[in-house]
Structures are given as C-alpha cells and as structure tokens.
C-alpha cells in the first residue's frame, strides 16, 4: 500500500485560488509526484493532516475535490490518447501510401527514393508511438485511476 501524507494548515490549503471548486494545483501535483516510483498495482491511500477541526462537510468536499481532480486527468489524457491514435492511423496509411506510390510510379531515381523514405519513416513514426509512447501513458492511466478512487483518511 502506497500512502500519502497531506499536511493542511488552512481551509484554503487544498483549494485552486482560481477556483474554489477544484483542488489546487499545487497539491494534485505533489500527491501525483508521491506516486512516482512506487509500484502502480499498489492501492493508494491519502492521509489528510489538518491542524484545525474539519468539518465533515469539509472532509467530504476535500475527498470529492481529491478524486474528481484525477477522474478529469484521466478523461483529458484518455482524450489526448484517442486523438494520438487517430494521428498514427493516419500516418501509417499516408505511409503505406507512399510505398505503393514508390513500387508504381518510377519518375526519376532520386524523387521515387525521396517517397521510399518517406513512406518507411511515416510508418516507422506510427509502429513507435505504438510500442513504445503508449507505454508511458498505461503507466498514467494506471496511476491517475488508482488516484480517482483512493481512499482518504483524516488524522
């Protein structure tokens, strides 16, 4: 289990100053970075350290800030994802575009050569993204999820 110490000072500690609605900033990114080298299967738990009495009115509105913070990470890069991959789609077909253009269409050598490149480089780009940036963001997805549903507990 990975836990995670938050020490608030202030009701306004844990509030975006832009919007009070949404968690501040600064605190979704430290408890982000706490998560950073720690197994990602592990369960989360947050641990809210305040040096005032709270409510439980507040605490309820700090757990809802805290998950619906992580629940709109997670959306926004799903969304960001969708579109990357729509991005390869296109590319690998420009691609293979390119190779068919190069085997059927023989103008001069040094322009077929130049679509030949081109075609291999569009599909090499779109294979990458796939094998290889795509891990990184299951690493998020993984990581923003377990925070979208973690437990909070008040000490």
Not at 69 to 83: A, P
Not at 98 to 125: D, H, P, Q, T
Request: with cysteine; proline share 1%; net charge positive.
């Amino acid at each position: 289990m990975n836990e995670i110490i938050i020490n608030i000072n202030d009701e306004k500690d844990y509030e975006n100053k832009y919007n009070s609605n949404n968690l501040s900033t600064e605190l979704s990114n430290y408890i982000y970075e706490e998560c950073k080298g720690k197994p990602i299967n592990n369960k989360i738990t947050i641990i809210v350290k305040a040096n005032y009495k709270m409510k439980d009115k507040e605490k309820e509105e700090i757990i809802n800030k805290i998950h619906n913070n992580y629940k709109t990470d997670l959306n926004e890069l799903l969304l960001m994802i969708k579109y990357s991959n729509i991005k390869n789609i296109a590319i690998s077909l420009l691609g293979v575009l390119f190779l068919y253009l190069y085997y059927f269409i023989k103008i001069n050598f040094v322009l077929s050569e130049m679509i030949l490149i081109v075609g291999w480089v569009a599909i090499w780009e779109a294979v990458y993204a796939w094998l290889f940036v795509r891990d990184k963001d299951n690493i998020k997805i993984k990581r923003l999820k377990k925070l979208a549903n973690c437990e909070i507990k008040f000490e």
